[in-house]
T-cell receptor
């Protein structure tokens, strides 16, 4: 089954800088989701963007979706040390809405 | 509001011993339930999912099984653990039907020795 692939695998920035992570996939989808995972913890849902949406915001997070290029990006503005975590994109799999396939994630390190 | 619980938080078990991990969800009814495993530094592997009581779908043939004895209870089991069963196990739920996000429990760190 297909999965989203995040890029880069790891990203290290300074506090206050912006962080951009990308996700690419191969087949048509009706939604794409981004999650965050702090070390040793469960995943936390960040944003769900539907295929008819091009951009979505939540606080300092901005997600874009380009269905023609089969890609999505997650932008974190004015990053903080607390943003240090792994970020995963997830897409529906098996032709259903109730199963998700997760990528391997981008490890973001924000240095104070 | 909805809450998801998982226990235990950590577990160290010898090879060949049985396993039982439990997950319960509060504040919702008829959720879709999921068990994932995450190897160190890797993504999530879907192990089992359930769309209703007694309905279990297995994604990966392996040494594990799952059961859903009650609407909001999901159990992951093994009769005999293997070294390769070590990992971080995550339970998740979502609302039934439509396009919804998943909500994850805190996870169980299993080490098989």
């Amino acid at each position: 089954s297909q999965q989203g692939e995040e890029d880069p695998q790891a990203l290290s920035i300074q506090e206050g800088e912006n962080a951009t992570m990308n996700c690419s996939y191969k087949t048509s989808i009706n939604n794409l989701q981004w999650y965050r995972q702090n070390s040793g913890r469960g995943l936390v849902h960040l944003i769900l963007i539907r295929s008819n949406e091009r951009e979505k915001h939540s606080g300092r997070l901005r997600v874009t979706l380009d269905t023609s290029k089969k890609s999505s990006s997650l932008l974190i503005t004015a990053s903080r040390a607390a943003d240090t975590a792994s970020y995963f994109c997830a897409i529906p799999s098996g032709g259903s809405n109730y199963k998700l396939t997760f990528g391997k994630g981008t490890l973001l390190t924000v240095n104070p | 509001s909805q809450t998801i619980h998982q226990w235990p938080a950590t577990l160290v078990q010898p090879v060949g011993s049985p396993l039982s991990l439990e997950c319960t969800v509060e504040g919702t009814s008829n959720p879709n339930l999921y068990w994932y495993r995450q190897a160190a530094g890797r993504g999530l592997q879907l192990l089992f999912y359930s769309v209703g009581i007694g309905q279990i779908s297995s994604e990966v043939p392996q040494n594990l099984s799952a059961s859903r004895p009650q609407d909001r209870q999901f159990i992951l089991s093994s009769k005999k653990l293997l070294l390769s069963d070590s990992g971080f196990y995550l339970c998740a739920w979502r609302r039934t039907g439509g396009i919804y996000e998943q909500y994850f429990g805190p996870g169980t760190r299993l080490t098989v020795t």
